[in-house]
């Protein structure tokens, strides 16, 4: 098997994982890095050959980008204070106490190595944490947390494994520079994200086609990284300045095919990466069993310290800065969403997976330094690294499940419908809002009229029937039954058109263009109908 084989084999598995996944009731980054560990006890498997400096740029933008589309920048202003705090302040502390003792126990590991592997399995997998607390069904407030820290606490991370790498490639290293280049890599990153932000949008709005549209944000993480790489700034927070930007300004309300479709096409993006990145954890299973021939015991030593460092502090750290936050939350009555007890700290702390980020630094550490030397126990910083991986993503991803139901922490799902009550409530005003003003201006029969503000009522009504009284549902119960009717014969009449013009696709003299323009018409029929 070569390496283009087995790449098609991990993006096989990636599809397959997923419902899999669902049936096992295991999470599929889980069930990836799983099966890339079977993989890799195979002999005809070969070992994973990619050029270090190709990793970065080819597996974060995407992720970051299509994890950014899931949060807003509002959501991050108001949940400023728990992200600092998690994101941010746990990742310098995390970094500190690795480097720490990973200097005092591995022998002739530099400080500026200890602290890239510090920086590197530092900061919780998004991907990984979020997938596991959909699953499960945690409070959103909770998954919220867990996505905004896993986007923000990659960006911090990234930047203090650069300064450190930077500083063990190079010999030397100065706290002032290292602070310059941080403070210079993010101004950088931000106005790059910005600019690239609103020249993406100035430009979709131009290109129409929802085709062309999507081909543009497909190429616009990858333009953001490098970009703002080659300006000495930093990729992944260009990448998610850019996210946040588009999700804010470039969303057309009327554009919902282009919606639908780009909503789509990345989620296909995200569950490939993804489950490419995570099975390439276990394949690297491979070079890391190379790289520990001999001295297995001693290593595993190394590596078990690093882990209870990394598990240790960040639950020394999540009970204060959560009751802190509380504190903070009631004193300045923020609507900010925090851990509001010990138990959903408890189940964020285990949450603390690590996963792609980590494996991309990892594989992406420099061969050599810059007088041609190896760079400094590397073999070393990639074995614990990956043991880090392997014991939080497999033991507190298998396990999360069951902490979640002793603990009893499960969404608020009251709180939930009640969100989405007044949300319907707003969207049926709305319609009748509109509605009234376009009865001003043109002289409509009124029977069309009460059909029309029917529809209108029914808008609201379809997203969350706890809107109307008892007696009305009851009434909306009955008119949706026979809506339901007439849409299900309305499918059974437009699968018979399909079928008949898909027929005609292989009938002598068909023109396929035609065929596919009509049954894209049809299709989109469909669609809108439904």
């Known amino acids: 098997m070569d390496q283009l084989a087995l790449l098609f084999v991990l993006l096989l598995g990636a599809v397959v994982s997923v419902p899999l996944g669902d049936r096992l009731g295991l999470p599929a980054p889980v069930l990836m890095t799983v099966g890339g560990v079977a993989l890799a006890l195979v002999p005809a498997v070969p070992n994973v050959d990619i050029p270090p400096e190709y990793i970065l740029p080819l597996v974060l933008p995407p992720l970051l980008y299509a994890s950014a589309q899931r949060t807003s920048w509002r959501q991050f202003a108001a949940n400023v204070r728990p992200i600092l705090l998690l994101a941010v302040a746990l990742v310098f502390v995390t970094t500190a106490a690795v480097a720490a003792v990973a200097h005092a126990v591995v022998p002739g590991l530099p400080l500026a190595a200890a602290v890239a592997l510090g920086a590197l399995v530092a900061p919780p997998d998004p991907v990984a944490a979020t997938a596991v607390a959909g699953a499960l069904g945690l409070p959103r ?18 930047v203090l494994y650069h300064v450190a790498i930077s ?24 106005a790059v994200g910005l600019g690239l932000g609103w020249a993406t949008n100035a430009l979709m709005s131009r290109l129409g086609d929802a085709t062309l549209q999507i081909g543009l944000t497909l190429l616009v993480p990858f333009v953001s990284y490098v970009v703002a790489e ?8 260009a990448v998610l300045t850019t996210a946040l930007f588009l999700a804010e300004y470039a969303s057309d309300a009327d554009d919902v095919l ?50 209870a460092v990394v598990v240790g502090v960040r639950l020394l750290w999540l009970l204060p800065a959560g009751w802190l936050a509380k504190r903070l939350h009631k004193r300045r009555d923020y609507d900010e ?30 061969l050599k330094v810059d007088g041609g030397a190896p760079f400094p126990a590397r073999d070393q910083i990639i074995f614990i690294a990956f043991a880090v991986i392997m014991v939080t993503l497999i033991c507190q991803g298998l396990t999360l499940p069951r902490l979640v139901r002793l603990l009893g922490v499960e969404a608020d799902e009251d709180a939930e ?17 509109r509605l009234k003003e376009i009865e001003e201006v043109e002289d409509l029969p009124s029977d069309l009229v009460e059909v029309l503000y029917r529809r209108a009522y029914d808008v609201g009504a379809r997203i969350s029937p706890d809107m109307v009284d008892e007696e009305r549902r009851e009434a909306y119960a009955k008119r949706v039954e026979r809506i339901r009717d007439v849409q299900r014969i309305q499918r059974e009449m437009m699968s018979a058109a399909r079928h008949e013009v898909l027929a005609a696709r292989s009938e002598p003299g068909a023109d396929p263009e035609i065929v596919d323009r009509v049954l894209r018409h049809l299709d989109v029929r469909s669609l809108r109908s439904s």
């Open 258 to 307: 282009g919606r639908l479709a780009g909503h789509t096409f990345w989620e296909v993006v995200d569950m490939l990466v993804t489950g490419v990145a995570f099975g390439l954890i276990g394949l690297e299973l491979h070079n890391v069993f190379g790289v520990a021939a001999g001295r297995e015991w001693e290593m595993v030593g190394w590596a078990a310290a690093v882990t």
């Open 141 to 158: 407030r909770m998954v919220s947390i867990l996505e905004g820290e896993g986007l923000f606490n990659d960006v911090t991370a990234i």
């Open 167 to 190: 500083a063990a490639v190079s010999g030397t290293f100065s706290w002032p520079d290292a602070l310059g280049e941080f403070v210079l890599s993010a101004v950088v990153a931000v």
């Open 230 to 237: 080659e300006l000495q700034g930093s990729g992944v927070l």
């Open 337 to 366: 969403e925090i851990p509001l007890s010990w138990r959903e700290s408890v189940v964020m702390w285990w949450a603390g997976m690590r996963g792609v980020a980590s494996v991309a630094l990892a594989l992406a550490i420099p």
């Open 417 to 433: 419908r009640e969100t989405e009550r007044r949300l319907a409530i707003r969207a049926a005003k709305a319609a009748k809002r």
